[in-house]
């Protein structure tokens, strides 16, 4: 008991240091407990009669003690006449509550004056205490027995199996005895000693049992409860309270005696070890749960990693409390709980009232201090010791675990709330994240604007919308669903409009609502949303949606519906990149017409569709005569602008049917499907003499040029596009064989 009482001075000293009105709500707790509490009966020495006797005879201001610092002195020396002035009151000795290798004799003296023999139980209520023998002396102060008990033996050696040291006495009538007690103890000295009756005895045992039942019963239920919310819900703040509640059971169990009677009784060494073990377990866990329960993390980022620091002291301070002596353990213990105390309060100081479990957490604890002072005032006759004062630790730890509990379900009703939002907005994200798949899988503008709009009024229930897309300098109407723009608005110019006009210069999302706005563009209409597209920043688009119902839309919706929106820009972006992409992958930058990959990729198409039709399709190869000798003699600009005219002119005569190509360096070639064989051969001279009569004029310079041109057509035997083109490559080979500027075919 004496840790705890250490450790809830040292607590109650931070009380003060709350707020004036809290400590005066705490002291009036206090003296609404202490009043209407009993005083002790009289001692068994004292005349009375039987029924005075039949209630519990506190001893504690009877009993006289003697300090034996070396424990030489044996228990006749003890009991000598000599030694009795040695003995000074228990009381007023100020052995009380000390931590000392000494062994102390207790001295104690009892007498029947009844005329008939009187058995009584002695109760030392302290189960800490190392080893206690009684030496029991008759009035010629003879030893007439000696018993020897203590938590350094095994438990089940005691003579009454009981948590606490018990002792018959036997008066006979007339007679008394004098009672040397020898304590030699590890722990905090306190001699909580009484004399029962046996009847008194048995009914005070009783209503301890049931007490004790109920207070254990209760810290049982509470850390079943959170640890099945813990299973449910994962978060580790139930699963450091439930360790919280279990490590402060089992210390209260060990200060009661009933963990060394129950949980090891054979191990006694062990029980010495326990109570400083579990001292600092409750601490730690105390640590550990007010760091998450208040979130103190988020709030002050450096009291949490003091905090962290503490607690990976408290677990290295373990090991060395298993290594230490029990009373230097116990030391430690109570120095490192003290600290505990201060850090819980100190995460209270550090969240400022900011969360709503604060308040809870705030009241939990005071109950637990005024519990704990109220034993405290008990223990030192600052206050009567009644039913109240006694039992008032246990009070105040179950009152602590069930208003913690309850803080716990409240966190539980917000998670289960919040986890209600995060569901509702998980399916919103889940149907947002399938539209963002089609978004990005689509690489057709239109597609995808007339996707986004049907997906955006279904998401938010809205069912009437346009997208307005941005085009030259202005905007312009494009995808729409149900009815499309509202009556009254000028398609042609949509940012005249108000509603449009904000939403275009503000680039935020906007949400209207007849409740709340009587301005509306549609006065029929109950709600107007208008979500910008936004592209690193410019403003590409816009969707807006309205219904002529009230949509409710919540505040994390409308940042998932900014997000999707900005998903969008960037799809479309995406698109335009595409579209530019394939464009420069296809195209020929000098020219402008086909490059080679491309245009075999549309001639094989048409092949395979002329072949399967049966129609003719005919393929032209041309060349620029002496190219090399006019990039050597006019330079390579004049050089391109040569194959530019060429591609141009070439293009022009071969419309509408006719698909060419840059086959490479001045090389080109046209695929002519439903153009036979004769019908080419004209076309391609019509192209040599439209060339040839066309000189390329460039800065006050003019070239006249010539071109070859080999022919191929579609037949039986040709399968692939390849077989046309080397047919048409060997055709403009005879063409340059015979003097260039000529038609061949073969």
Not at 137 to 150: A, M
Not at 286 to 306: D, E, T
Not at 499 to 515: A, D, M, P
Not at 583 to 612: E, M, P, W
Request: with cysteine.
């Amino acid at each position: 008991m004496k840790a705890l009482h250490t450790s809830v001075i040292k607590a109650a000293g931070l009380i003060a240091a709350l707020p004036r009105a809290l400590a005066g709500g705490l002291i009036a707790v206090l003296l609404l407990l202490t009043f209407g509490s009993g005083a002790a009966a009289a001692p068994i020495d004292q005349p009375d009669d039987s029924a005075s006797l039949a209630g519990n005879n506190d001893l504690q201001g009877i009993l006289r003690i003697m300090e034996d610092k070396d424990g030489s002195l044996t228990p006749e020396q003890a009991a000598a006449p000599a030694m009795d002035a040695l003995y000074e009151p228990y009381s007023s000795s100020g052995f009380a509550g000390t931590l000392s290798k000494s062994v102390y004799w207790v001295k104690l003296d009892l007498y029947n004056d009844a005329a008939r023999t009187r058995d009584f139980m002695l109760e030392l209520s302290k189960p800490q205490l190392g080893k206690v023998t009684l030496y029991q002396f008759n009035d010629e102060r003879k030893l007439s027995s000696e018993t020897v008990t203590g938590r350094r033996l095994p438990f089940y050696e005691r003579s009454y199996i009981h948590r606490n040291f018990i002792f018959h006495l036997s008066f006979a009538p007339m007679t008394g005895e004098k009672l040397y007690f020898k304590i030699e103890t590890d722990t905090f000295l306190q001699l909580p000693m009484k004399l029962w009756d046996t009847q008194s005895f048995l009914e005070k045992e009783q209503h301890q049992d049931l007490l004790f039942g109920v207070y254990y019963g209760i810290m049982l239920v509470m850390a079943l409860y959170n640890i099945f919310l813990f299973i449910s819900i994962r978060e580790r703040t139930y699963l450091y309270y439930v360790l919280f509640i279990l490590s402060f059971a089992v210390m209260q169990a060990v200060w009661d005696g009933f963990a060394f009677q129950f949980l090891w009784p054979d191990f006694p060494g062990w029980e010495a070890k326990a109570n400083p073990v579990f001292i600092v377990l409750t601490g730690l866990f105390a640590c550990l749960f007010s760091q998450n329960f208040l979130a103190v993390p988020k709030y002050s980022p450096r009291m949490a990693r003091i905090m962290t620091l503490f607690t990976g002291l408290l677990i290295l301070s373990l090991p060395a409390i298993l290594l230490l002596s029990p009373a230097a353990g116990t030391r430690l213990a109570v120095c490192l709980s003290s600290v505990s105390i201060l850090f819980c309060l100190g995460a209270i100081l550090a969240v400022r009232f900011r969360i709503r479990s604060v308040f809870f957490y705030i009241f939990a604890w005071i109950v637990l201090f005024a519990g704990a002072l109220l034993n405290i005032l008990a223990a030192y006759k600052l206050i009567p010791l009644n039913f109240w004062s006694l039992y008032s630790i246990r009070f105040g730890s179950a009152a602590e675990t069930v208003l913690l509990s309850l803080a716990l379900a409240d966190r539980f009703n917000g998670i289960r709330h919040e986890k209600t939002l995060e569901e509702k907005q998980g399916a919103l994200l889940k149907q947002l994240h399938e539209t963002t798949k089609r978004l990005t899988s689509t690489h057709d503008l239109d597609e995808l604007l007339q996707f986004t709009m049907t997906s955006l009024s279904k998401i938010t229930a809205c069912e009437h919308g346009f997208i307005l897309l941005e085009k030259e300098g202005g905007y312009e109407l494009t995808a729409q669903t149900g009815a499309g723009p509202w009556y009254g608005l000028n398609a042609a110019e949509p940012e005249s409009e108000a509603f449009l006009r904000r939403l275009i210069v503000e680039k935020q999302l906007i949400l209207l609502s007849g409740h709340e706005n009587l301005s509306l563009p549609d006065p029929l209409a109950r709600t107007f949303l208008g979500i910008p597209i936004l592209y690193h920043d410019r403003m590409i688009g816009a969707v807006v949606l309205y219904s002529y119902f009230a949509r409710r839309i919540t505040g994390n919706e409308r940042s998932i519906l900014r997000d999707f929106a900005g998903q969008v820009g960037i799809s479309m972006e995406n698109v335009r990149l595409f579209s530019e992409i394939n464009r420069l992958a296809s195209i020929d930058g000098l020219t402008g017409v086909y490059n080679r990959s491309h245009f075999l990729k549309l001639a094989r198409r048409h092949l395979a569709q002329c072949r399967n039709t049966g129609v003719p399709l005919s393929l032209i190869m041309v060349d620029i005569d002496h190219f090399k000798s006019i990039n050597d003699r006019y330079g390579h600009l004049m050089g391109d602008k040569v194959i530019q005219e060429t591609v141009k002119r070439l293009a022009e005569l071969a419309q509408p049917r006719g698909i060419i190509g840059r086959y490479g360096g001045e090389e080109f070639v046209l695929v002519l499907p439903g153009v036979t064989a004769p019908q080419a051969i004209r076309l391609a001279e019509i192209m040599r003499k439209s060339i040839a009569a066309s000189p390329v004029s460039m800065q006050g310079q003019s070239i006249s040029y010539t071109i070859s041109l080999g022919l191929s057509s579609l037949g039986p035997d040709t399968h692939e596009i390849t077989s046309l083109v080397d047919q048409a490559d060997r055709a403009l080979y005879l063409a340059k064989e015979s003097g260039r500027n000529s038609v061949k075919t073969l």
